[in-house]
T-cell receptor, first 113, second 114 residues
Framework: NAGVTQTPKFQVLKTGQSMTLQCAQD?????MSWYRQDPGMGLRLIHY???????DQGEVPNGYNVSRSTTEDFPLRLLSAAPSQTSVYFC????????????FGPGTRLTVL | GDSVTQMEGPVTLSEEAFLTINCTYT??????LFWYVQYPGEGLQLLLK?????DKGSNKGFEATYRKETTSFHLEKGSVQVSDSAVYFC?????????????FGAGTRLFVKA
């Protein structure tokens, strides 16, 4: 199993540009989520999905869109990047958010100039 | 609202020293509690977990006990190694009719000196 994979590993954008961060998992997990990690703030939930076709907002959803057309993939879209979105982004998946382990990808380090 | 508070770092210890990283939480329901570890340049990985009061999670010499009466889940290790240098995150998760919650603490960086 590859687990949770993310691409790209690093990305630099200019303000106003758009891009998609890719996330895929091969563990057949129903639940997937996106977090951003900022210094001194831990991880904050952006969006999550409880299954194909179902997504919902987390703590900090503004400026981000998601979709879940398959169980395996959960891309995160930045429609118009802003410097405040400079962060490290992690995708995670789990069998059950309530009690089960979350498996994290290696992260994408995004810089918006 | 729900929250997780863990001790600020960095924590610097010598090899073979005793480690405690404090974690307290507030929650309206009955969450599961987790410790995750992040090594440089990597994503988070589960270190240990406990899903109900008085459960003890343990792994790789680390342990933590779910204390409902003090709303705490402190991480301990009897003898740290240089390879334990990393950032440690305390987290809670719970599912409810309104969705689910997963909340992370700010993280505590540990440096272990040889």
């Amino acid at each position: 199993n590859a687990g949770v994979t993310q691409t790209p590993k690093f990305q630099v954008l200019k303000t106003g540009q758009s891009m998609t961060l890719q996330c895929a998992q091969d563990m057949n997990h129903e639940y997937m989520s996106w977090y951003r990690q900022d210094p001194g703030m831990g991880l904050r939930l952006i969006h999550y999905s409880v299954g194909a076709g179902i997504t919902d907002q987390g703590e900090v959803p503004n400026g981000y869109n998601v979709s879940r057309s398959t169980t395996e993939d959960f891309p995160l879209r930045l429609l118009s990047a802003a410097p405040s979105q400079t962060s490290v982004y992690f995708c995670a998946s789990t069998m059950d958010y309530g009690t089960d382990t979350q498996y994290f990808g290696p992260g994408t380090r995004l810089t918006v100039l | 609202g729900d929250s997780v508070t863990q001790m600020e770092g960095p924590v610097t210890l010598s090899e073979e020293a005793f480690l405690t990283i404090n974690c307290t939480y507030t929650a309206t329901g009955y969450p599961s509690l987790f410790w995750y570890v992040q090594y440089p340049g990597e994503g988070l990985q589960l270190l240990l977990k406990a899903t109900k009061a008085d459960d003890k999670g343990s792994n790789k010499g680390f342990e933590a006990t779910y204390r409902k009466e003090t709303t705490s889940f402190h991480l301990e290790k009897g003898s740290v190694q240089v390879s334990d240098s990393a950032v440690y995150f305390c987290a809670l998760s719970e599912s409810s009719t309104g969705g689910f919650k997963t909340i992370f603490g700010a993280g505590t960086r540990l440096f272990v000196k040889a």
